[in-house]
């Protein structure tokens, strides 16, 4: 017991004199967390937030409550059928005790901000100088594909940044047993994780830094990412193909990509070209790599980890795989970015070996010179385009639809939590705390409901319907041509025809809530 209390002690002082030593990488996470959690209380106080937001808090506040975790939302029995994320399981216990969407907001923050402390100790480990490091961590803050994850649906690869930030630093470090805990972690976080496990695995093994772990780390990323997708997914799904398979220009699965890829490799490598030589695929990049000065990174060996994920992006059929303004970005930008700071250490070593530059000038006046560019391109960029850090700098986090977050709590009330709701995915987000929600489809598919994504349900199957006037509804199409009001009133005229009445309304806040006649 005294041997215990004594290392707490040791540990809590090493804590004390770490913060004491990094006070200014502190004051980074606190400012990118309140920033973060800023941004994600607009998105959803403007109703920005939508399907996606819905299907994470549906299943969270299922495992919080003890509750079977369906996906009314997706139609699955289990919502790891859906991806494969355990590791949401964790917030449970928190979302019970603070059962709100603003504490998915700020966890979301909380856990990409972390991703902030290894950076800067690898950016130290590498370039030396405080000066350096801090600057490296501020080029990492302002990273496009960080930025925009925060600007967008709560997801479950918000583990994934601090964990693969760690996981490089480990591999850097030789340290071995605190990188498999880092994997195995990665490893419940998203079945795409396992490519990046499998990533590493190879690199550990090309490189000979543990030929042995890197055998068996690739083993296991490989054959768990084909268990995971052929197996284990589609029977929590209820014997569903992976729902998410999105490279029909490969193949119509995983294995058939494959097999084509092997008959025709002169086909599959045209195709990867053309994929990456689109116009959002190559916005993208230049977001993702021009402040890093494009060829940096690739100097360093831990842009390997990249490859694969970049592809799965870039390759899909989702448009939305290759456009900046996603989640899609977040996992990768310590990537790059801690690829970009061992290539620069490894351009200094060669630049002070062969081309005999004094190294104290490289550490102390190259090094900061080529970050400060870094970080007035990425700036720029975060300027240019309209970044999310830009909303709090232009007063728009202030404003919210007040008037509609106000009539929430009594439209809850009316409703209660078991009975099946069905509307817009905008508005499912903030009324998913219930054991059956389901989004609204276009007009025309209310009779004959289909949908590959989303759970398809006819407005008759369920006990409410729910619409806010202010917001868009989902014929975007028929309300750009007709008008919003002209989409509501076909929406009230034909709800009030199969038996549906209203028993909320609020014209000043757009609410109007629909009860079916059969619950009477």
């Given at each position: 017991m005294l041997f215990r209390s004594k290392k707490i002690q040791s540990l809590s002082l090493e804590l004390k004199q770490f913060f004491i030593a990094n006070f200014e990488v502190f004051i980074l996470f606190l400012l990118f967390c309140i920033a973060g959690t800023l941004i994600g209380i607009y998105r959803y106080n403007n109703y920005l937030d939508g399907f996606d937001f819905t299907v994470f808090r549906e299943a969270i506040w299922k495992y919080a409550h003890f509750m079977w975790p369906d996906s009314s939302i997706r139609g699955l029995n289990h919502v790891e059928g859906d991806h494969f994320h355990?590791?949401?399981?964790?917030?449970?216990?928190?979302?019970?005790?603070?059962?709100?969407?603003?504490?998915?907001?700020?966890?979301?923050?909380?856990?990409?901000?972390?991703?902030?402390?290894?950076v800067y100790l690898f950016a130290k480990r590498k370039l030396i100088t405080r000066l350096s490091a801090l600057l490296a961590t501020v080029l990492y803050i302002l990273s496009a594909g960080l930025q925009w994850m925060l600007f967008f649906d709560f997801h479950e690869i918000l583990f994934a940044v601090p964990l693969i930030?760690?996981?490089?630093?480990?591999?850097?470090?030789?340290?071995?047993?605190?990188?498999?805990?880092?994997?195995?972690l990665l490893a419940v976080t998203k079945e795409e994780m396992y490519i990046y496990i499998f990533t590493v695995g190879v690199l550990l093994f090309v490189m000979r830094w543990n030929v042995k772990l890197g055998a068996i780390t690739s083993a296991f990323g490989l054959l768990g990412f084909i268990f995971l997708n052929m197996v284990i997914m589609p029977l929590l799904a209820g014997h569903r193909s992976f729902g998410y398979w999105s490279y029909t220009t490969y193949g119509s699965s995983l294995g058939n990509a494959l097999i084509n890829s092997l008959r025709d490799p002169l086909k599959t490598a045209t195709n990867i070209i053309r994929d990456f030589t689109t116009p959002d695929a190559r916005l993208t990049l230049a977001m993702w790599l021009?402040?890093?000065?494009?060829?940096i990174p690739v100097i360093s060996p831990y842009f390997l980890l990249?490859?694969?994920?970049?592809?799965?992006?870039?390759?899909?059929?989702?448009?939305?795989?290759?456009?900046?303004?996603?989640?899609?970005?977040?996992?990768?930008?310590?990537?790059?970015?801690?690829?970009?700071?061992?290539?620069?250490?490894?351009?200094?070593?060669?630049?002070?070996?062969?081309m005999?530059?004094?190294?104290?000038?490289?550490?102390?006046?190259?090094?900061?010179?080529?970050l400060v560019l870094g970080v007035l391109i990425s700036f720029n960029i975060t300027t240019r385009f309209s970044s999310p850090f830009m909303f709090i700098r232009d007063g728009s986090i202030q404003k919210s639809m007040s008037a509609s977050l106000k009539d929430e709590s009594s439209i809850n009330a009316i409703i209660g939590?078991?009975?099946?709701?069905?509307?817009?995915?905008?508005?499912?987000?903030?009324?998913?705390?219930?054991?059956?929600?389901?989004?609204?489809?276009?007009?025309?598919?209310?009779?004959?409901?289909?949908?590959?994504?989303?759970?398809?349900?006819?407005?008759?199957?369920?006990?409410?319907?729910?619409?806010?006037t202010n917001l868009p509804p989902p014929d975007y199409a028929l309300a750009e041509q007709r008008g919003q009001a002209y989409v509501y009133d076909l929406y009230h005229r034909k709800l009030l025809?199969?038996?549906f009445t209203v028993v909320y309304e609020n014209p000043q806040s757009g609410w109007r809530l629909y009860e079916n006649s059969r619950l009477r």
């Open positions: 355990p590791i949401i399981i964790l917030l449970a216990p928190i979302y019970f005790l603070f059962g709100s969407p603003y504490t998915l907001i700020f966890i979301q923050a909380f856990f990409v901000a972390l991703s902030i402390f290894p930030a760690w996981s490089i630093y480990f591999i850097d470090k030789r340290t071995w047993t605190p990188l498999v805990v880092t994997l195995l021009k402040p890093l000065l494009y060829f990249a490859i694969p994920l970049i592809l799965t992006k870039f390759l899909s059929d989702f448009q939305s795989y290759s456009v900046h303004t996603f989640h899609y970005g977040g996992p990768l930008a310590p990537i790059f970015v801690m690829a970009f700071i061992d290539g620069l250490s490894r351009l200094a070593t060669l630049a002070h070996r062969f005999k530059f004094p190294q104290s000038r490289i550490i102390d006046t190259y090094i900061p010179l080529v939590k078991e009975a099946s709701l069905l509307t817009p995915d905008t508005v499912a987000a903030h009324f998913a705390d219930r054991k059956k929600i389901h989004a609204l489809l276009p007009y025309e598919k209310w009779d004959n409901p289909t949908d590959k994504i989303i759970n398809p349900v006819r407005p008759t199957a369920v006990d409410y319907v729910l619409f806010n025809s199969i038996g």
